[in-house]
């Protein structure tokens, strides 16, 4: 069945980096955009990145440019985030979502998220 | 960057009730809003898309209206998996947002 399956979760410093990973199964991962957003504990839902089907192009929310990478391994059917100088105030669930690309927009398949707490 | 607003922030109510929840944009968006539904230790629930658009397995009672600023979501007769936290999200920019919430408890 459709789903994203993540991992790379955990606690680390403040200052350090962390890499979060989404395997996608049972549908063509090089056709879609793919989504990170992040939910810091008893908040919202914050949009932080997306990358479009081919990774040629990515966009970042301002509280995590220039310290966030998003990116994919379409042969492995793999996205990536790669969190680098975390801060305290990235502790939050982090969900990968597939984007309905082409067919109406919005975020129609959801990762289980994965917890990431900075903290010294 | 395009600011969500929801209301209300919560909201009490019954089995059987209509609920009505109100979300607008700092700027036009036309119809490029998405209606999640979260449970608590969930992952969000996609609902509708294009402002009215009902996600394939969405029960019928949810529905969405609006375009331009101002939309909605309502459910014609709360049910008991419906007490959750509601979120809508504008994508008309590259720089997509979601409104803060609103969570509807149990009246």
């Known amino acids: 069945q459709v789903q994203l399956v993540q991992s790379g979760g955990g606690v680390v410093q403040p200052g350090r980096s962390l890499r979060l990973s989404c395997e996608a199964s049972g549908f063509t991962f090089s056709s879609y955009t793919m989504h990170w957003v992040r939910q810091a504990p008893g908040k919202g839902l914050e949009w932080l990145t997306n990358?479009?089907?081919?990774?040629?192009?990515?966009y970042y929310a301002a509280s995590v440019k220039g310290r966030f990478t998003n990116s994919r391994d379409n042969s492995k059917n793999t996205l990536f985030l790669q969190m680098n100088s975390l801060r305290a105030e990235d502790t939050a669930v982090y969900y990968c979502?597939?984007?309905?690309?082409?067919?109406?927009?919005?975020?129609?398949?959801w990762g289980q998220g994965t917890t990431v707490t900075v903290s010294s | 960057d395009i600011q969500m607003t929801q209301s209300p922030s919560t909201l009490a109510a019954s089995v059987g009730d209509r609920v009505t929840i109100t979300c607008r944009a700092s700027q036009s968006i036309s119809n490029w809003l998405a209606w999640y539904q979260q449970r608590p230790g969930q992952a969000p629930k996609l609902l509708i898309y294009?402002?009215?658009t009902l996600e394939s397995g969405v029960p019928s009672r949810f529905s969405g209206s609006g375009s331009g600023t101002e939309f909605t979501l309502t459910i014609s007769s709360l049910q008991p998996d419906d007490f959750a936290t509601y979120y809508c999200?504008?994508?008309?920019?590259?720089?997509?947002?979601f409104g803060p919430g609103t969570t509807v408890d149990i009246k």
């Open positions: 294009k402002a009215s």
């Open positions: 979502a597939r984007d309905r690309t082409g067919t109406g927009g919005g975020m129609d398949v």
């Open positions: 999200q504008q994508y008309n920019s590259y720089s997509l947002t």
């Open positions: 990358i479009l089907y081919d990774g040629t192009i990515q």
